[in-house]
């Protein structure tokens, strides 16, 4: 079989250029670049999701990381945005139905919950949130354009207000409605083709623009090298657990040819319970 000749630099800005041009804002990535530094967007998306018309939004982030959960699973949210009472939105995009588990939707709730009451305040000082997933497909399978999960006492049929919201954006949904609309936009690779100029604008810039266009390629080739040495390090492990599990070969021999540490070796004979030979 014959060896593939790695691509060119030329190349790979070619094949970029044919995925920015098919990207759309229903693709988390994409959705995380239009919403960086762009908070009027973010506010519109908000308003028309949430029904809260007045919604002021005060700040936001895009690929936000949650830093008070040591020792539990960490957490990027794709957007996280803080209006002028104090309520947080949580926006994740997501293309998998799978990663749209409800349990997910909990975890990420609570573990904002975490990240914003501070040692000695009361429970009643938590902000209420709003945990956005907005997916590709109907996970719910109902036609809905939007599910709002709200907790309620059962015993009384009343709401339980403990102040947490999950709303599930259906992105497939089509109808003649503001919503309709977003979802559309958020479906459309073509800026021309979309109803809100504030999306419209921030599309042509990333995909038309010269300065724009730059920047995602560069993006693009970011994630290029990253996946380049995740797969290295994934080959190298592979590589020493071979040898490991082979018995023949010392710690600083596999560590040599794998540009492991021989403390990492260790790591990896342990993890694998296999003895190791010094």
Not at 171 to 178: H, L, M, Q, S, V
Not at 207 to 214: A, D, H, I, T, W
Not at 243 to 260: C, H, N
Not at 268 to 278: G, Q, R, S, T, W
Request: proline letters at 4%.
């Amino acid at each position: 079989m014959k060896k593939l000749q790695p691509k060119t630099k030329e190349q790979r800005h070619e094949e970029h250029l044919r995925r920015l041009k098919a990207l759309r804002p229903i693709d988390d990535n994409f959705m995380r670049v239009l919403f960086r530094d762009d908070r009027p967007l973010v506010q519109m998306v908000l308003r028309i999701i949430t029904g809260i018309a007045d919604l002021v939004l005060i700040k936001h982030e895009t690929q936000y990381d949650l830093k008070r959960l040591g020792g539990s699973r960490s957490l990027c949210l794709d957007a996280l945005g803080v209006d002028s009472l104090g309520n947080l939105y949580n926006i994740e995009v997501e293309k998998s139905d799978k990663r749209a588990d409800p349990r997910r939707a909990r975890y990420h709730s609570s573990s904002i919950d975490v990240e914003n009451l501070a040692p000695g305040q009361d429970f009643d000082e938590l902000p209420d949130t709003y945990v956005i997933f907005i997916t590709e497909h109907d996970v719910f399978g109902e036609g809905k354009a939007i599910y709002p999960i709200e907790r309620i006492n059962i015993a009384t049929g009343k709401p339980f207000d403990d102040g947490e919201h999950i709303i599930y954006v259906n992105g497939a949904y089509e109808g003649d409605t503001e919503l309709g609309w977003l979802m559309h936009d958020f479906r459309c690779s073509d800026a021309d083709e979309m109803h809100y100029e504030l999306l419209a604008e921030k599309t042509r810039y990333y995909k038309e623009e010269p300065k724009g266009v730059s920047e995602m390629c560069k993006i693009f080739e970011d994630v290029v090298e990253e996946t380049r040495v995740e797969t290295r390090a994934e080959e190298a492990y592979r590589f020493a657990l071979k040898m490991l599990e082979r018995g023949e070969d010392p710690l600083s021999k596999i560590a040599d040819l794998t540009d492991f540490t021989i403390e990492e070796v260790k790591e990896i004979a342990e993890e694998n319970n296999i003895p190791v030979k010094v």
